[in-house]
């Protein structure tokens, strides 16, 4: 157990020092910040229209849409319309609200015809019809109109019929096993999706990390040297479980920077925009945060056990690039999965692949963020994961044993068996 130790304090301390490491530790968190923040800063919003309002409408409805469209709107990226009515017919001047168009006289014309109550149609013609925002302003003041004239000939009052047409907002969250209300869709989402990208990314990493360190080793004949004074088993789980070590401190080091965000939420909600809502949603409950980390900690432990004897079965990077796809195709399956995972955490196909060894350590964490899973789930979970990765690590041992002795040319799936035989 000693020179497990010390091979697991070797291991992380050359790899804390590497340069890939310190990037990749600060990377990550500025990544993460770009994809929140950037939009807020970069988005495309704001400024000036001015739009020609082609009114054939009945009812005032032109004279509705215009006031709406010019109302100002709050916020950096809302666009202040100027509006130029003009009555109709459309025929007679569509050559030139179009020759102006041309000219830069104006951004666009909005045609109301005169059966817009029957049809609630309305025709919108610019230079640029990919701007979706100015496409939604004239839709929403168009159909508020609408709206406004077909309630008021019931006799109701303009309050009323503001009242009448208010949206509905929906404002989902899930109650907890304690009883409390805790996120809502979107961060749930959000952080599902950041689950399934973090484990997939850190097994990928650093599980090619181990097999080229062990494929360095070997064809250097360095494994020679140190086999003679430490078991191949020992060695092998060193190295496992010293990247495992690497991996955790990493997470601590994001999840540090990201409790220091939260914590500044209400700055970067009067700064940027962001409710600080958005922030308290995406808390985890300590429950949820010691599943992700077990199911983490044994999964990535599965997976860099197969990529270390996968690199004492090989003698080139060749031979390794060729083993990588196989060794990552079962981390694609939660991929391919995710959406009846999500929107069905209870359902068969999230309880099986939860159950699997291979896929548990990515969909069991997400389920728990989107539900309350039962306990006795977590528990079989948890042991078939175990008993899994306590399989994989004996197999990929004995396999690590032989191979990192071995030279000539890659080993058949006969001579891996018989290797399993004689180890």
């Known amino acids: 157990m000693r020179n497990v130790m010390i091979i697991i304090r070797r291991e992380f301390n050359e ?20 994809m929140v923040f950037l939009p807020a800063l970069i988005k495309s ?32 990226e809302a666009i202040r319309y100027t509006v130029e009515r003009v009555p109709g017919p459309i025929d ?18 909005v045609v109301i015809g005169p059966d817009v109550l029957r049809t ?31 309630l008021a000939g019931s006799g109701m009052t303009p309050a009323q019929v503001a009242e009448l ?16 209300e805790r996120g809502n869709l979107m961060a749930t989402l959000i952080a599902s999706y ?40 020992h060695l092998m789980a060193g190295k496992v479980l010293g990247l495992a070590s690497v991996v955790l401190f990493q997470i601590g080091i994001w999840a540090a920077f990201g409790a220091l965000l939260a914590s500044q939420a209400g700055f970067l909600e009067r700064r940027f925009g962001i409710s600080a809502a958005a922030f308290s949603a995406v808390k985890m409950e300590p429950s949820v945060v010691g599943i992700l980390l077990v199911f983490f900690t044994f999964g990535f432990i599965l997976y860099a056990a197969m990529y270390a004897a996968a690199g004492a079965s090989v003698t080139s990077e060749q031979e390794a690039q060729q083993l990588t796809f196989p060794l990552m195709l079962p981390l694609f399956i939660p991929m391919v ?24 350590p990515v969909v069991m964490p997400m389920r728990a963020v989107a539900t309350d899973v039962p306990a006795w789930e977590i528990a079989a979970a948890i042991g078939l994961l175990v008993l899994g990765m306590l399989g994989v690590v004996w197999i990929a041992g004995k396999i690590y044993r032989v191979g990192i002795l071995s030279t000539g040319k890659k080993p058949s799936m006969g001579e891996l068996i018989r290797w399993l035989r004689m180890a």
Do not use: H
């Open 337 to 360: 999965f995710i959406v009846p995972v999500m929107t069905d955490p209870l359902g068969t196909t999230a309880r099986t692949l939860s159950l699997i060894p291979f896929t548990s």
């Open 45 to 76: 919003g704001g400024g000036e229209r001015t739009l020609v309002l082609v009114d054939q409408s009945p009812a005032g409805i032109g004279e509705r849409v215009a006031a709406a469209l010019q109302a100002p709107r709050p916020g950096k």
């Open 120 to 150: 609630s149609q309305v025709a919108y013609r610019a230079r640029d019809v990919t701007k979706l925002q100015v496409v939604q302003d004239i839709e929403g003041a168009v159909t508020a109109a609408v709206q406004q004239v077909r």
């Open 15 to 34: 790899r804390v020092r590497t340069k890939s490491f310190l990037v990749g530790t600060v990377l990550f968190p500025v990544f993460m910040v770009a």
């Open 92 to 109: 007679a001047q569509r050559a030139s609200l179009n020759g102006r168009v041309e000219k830069k006289e104006i951004d666009g014309y």
């Open 194 to 233: 950041v689950i399934l990208f973090l484990f997939v990314q850190l097994i990928t990493l650093y599980g090619q990390n181990a097999m080229r360190s062990v494929l360095e080793e070997k064809n250097n004949r360095i494994v020679e040297v140190i086999v003679s004074s430490v078991k191949p088993m």
């Open 165 to 180: 047409v208010r949206d509905v907002d929906v404002q989902a969250a899930r109650i907890t096993g304690d009883g409390q």
